[in-house]
């Protein structure tokens, strides 16, 4: 009886991987495409910020660190130059770091999440800056913030604000699912 109660636990928790996967995946496919159509200045938001800095918000630091790991594996692997875990260190980094405030989660407050996704966004930018231009000599730290991380930011931050209920809502069914499986 025991074993079977943790299959169904795992059965549960495999398929809220999976979901997760595939949530990573469109949100992936989604900042790839569609939103360089709509890419102000050659400037989209970051949503694979959005979404790891999310779930760590929402989770804690595991789940946080899981997206993170797919979110930078898939841009290592698109956008990587050949350097493969370099923005997956960097994603699973937020990931952690979001996770530390999951105690401060209440699904009706925004200010929280919008902080918190601006300030991995912030980061993202200046680890990325570092490791991407400033070791390769491009030292012009202000035209950098001025023209690609503030910009980003902004519309980082607007598309929070449209966004994050539907992931918020995402995670909420994702739960009562695995509840609703304890149950049975």
């Known amino acids: 009886m025991g074993a079977a109660l943790c299959d169904k636990g795992n059965g549960a928790g495999l398929k809220r991987k999976i979901l997760e996967l595939i949530l990573i995946i469109i949100t992936f496919v989604l900042q790839c495409t569609l939103y360089r159509v709509i890419a102000l200045g050659g400037i989209v938001p970051n949503l694979l910020i959005l979404l790891t800095s999310s779930f760590g918000f929402i989770r804690g630091r595991r789940e946080g660190m899981f997206v993170g790991f797919f979110a930078g594996l898939f841009t290592d692997l698109l956008f990587g130059n ?17 996770g530390l405030f999951s105690r401060l989660f209440y699904p009706d407050d ?3 999440p919008v902080l918190l996704i601006g300030i991995s966004d912030l980061i993202f930018g200046f680890v990325s800056y570092v490791l991407t231009f400033l070791l ?3 030292l012009s730290f202000t035209y950098y913030f ?10 980082t931050i607007v598309a929070t604000l449209l966004l994050y209920r539907f992931i918020l809502s995402f995670e909420t069914a994702l739960s009562d699912r695995e509840e609703v499986s304890e149950e049975e």
């Open 136 to 138: 390769r000599s491009r």
């Open 82 to 98: 050949g350097v493969l875990g370099l923005y997956m260190l960097i994603y699973i980094w937020i990931g952690y770091l979001n």
């Open 110 to 112: 925004l200010k929280y």
């Open 146 to 155: 001025t023209r690609i991380m503030l910009p980003e930011l902004v519309y």
